[in-house]
């Protein structure tokens, strides 16, 4: 039996894993001028978001190393071949969906990601585990550069980016979407609308919260 990717990217990854957590201090920094309703109001608003990320430019922000294993079980237990990001960051994240296209036999991987520095560290990360081969990093606003040329077939989505532009981001993939298509959303409780849509009766999703903050919704129809 041949080695998982994940497996042989455990030293990068525990590498990007321990330097996100060690950046946690400079994310309070970032925002520490900010009142905590202020903090609130940026993290929902759908116009404040640059602001607060571009605060945030230099911290990795990452998903846990639950949600990141648990993206590259989904990618493999889905036969994923095309997976869509909202939110590249760092690329660790990136990094557990592009070994689940590599371990799947490949695939196409859109992420996206407006703050310069942010792709190109990404861009090192996968070229360093050798997986950018499989990845196509959108730089820019993703309301736009996820608004063209998708894969007529979607099959795993991860939103990770402003919080509050989850429901105008699912817009942009939801015709792509096929049934049993699951899309993982990262801290959705700050992303209210998001929730009641995949969560109403009828709204062709099945959802539920899954471990710390995360929403994991499968299109049903
Ligand atoms: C929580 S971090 C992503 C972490 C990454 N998924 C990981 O686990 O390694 C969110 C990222 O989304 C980016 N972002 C937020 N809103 C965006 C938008 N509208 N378009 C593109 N990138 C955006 C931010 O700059 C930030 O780097």
Do not use: Q, W
């Amino acid at each position: 039996m041949t080695t998982p990717t994940i497996t042989s990217l455990a030293p990068l990854l525990e590498r990007l894993f321990d330097e996100a957590e060690a950046a946690n201090g400079a994310i309070h920094a970032a925002i520490a001028d900010l009142s905590d309703a202020e903090r609130a109001r940026m993290m929902r608003s759908k116009t404040a978001y640059r602001d607060l990320y571009g605060r945030l430019k230099d911290v990795p922000l990452a998903v846990s190393r639950e949600t990141g294993l648990l993206l590259y079980m989904l990618a493999r237990s889905s036969r994923a071949k095309a997976i869509v990001e909202f939110g590249t960051s760092f690329g660790i994240s990136t990094l557990h969906l592009a070994a689940g296209l590599r371990d799947n036999g490949g695939g196409r991987l859109i992420t996206s990601e407006f703050e310069p520095s942010k792709a190109a560290r990404a861009r090192d990360n996968l070229s360093a585990a050798g997986l950018i081969d499989l990845v196509d990093i959108r730089e820019g606003d993703a309301l736009k550069t996820l608004s063209t040329d998708l894969p007529d077939t979607v099959d795993l989505v991860l939103l990770d980016g402003a919080k509050a532009l989850y429901p105008e981001i699912l817009d942009l993939v939801e015709g792509h979407l096929r049934p049993g298509a699951i899309i993982v959303a990262d801290n959705a409780d700050d992303s209210p609308d998001y929730l009641a849509r995949v969560r109403a009766p009828g709204s062709g999703y099945m959802s539920t919260p899954f471990a710390e903050d995360v929403e994991l919704s499968v299109r049903i129809s």
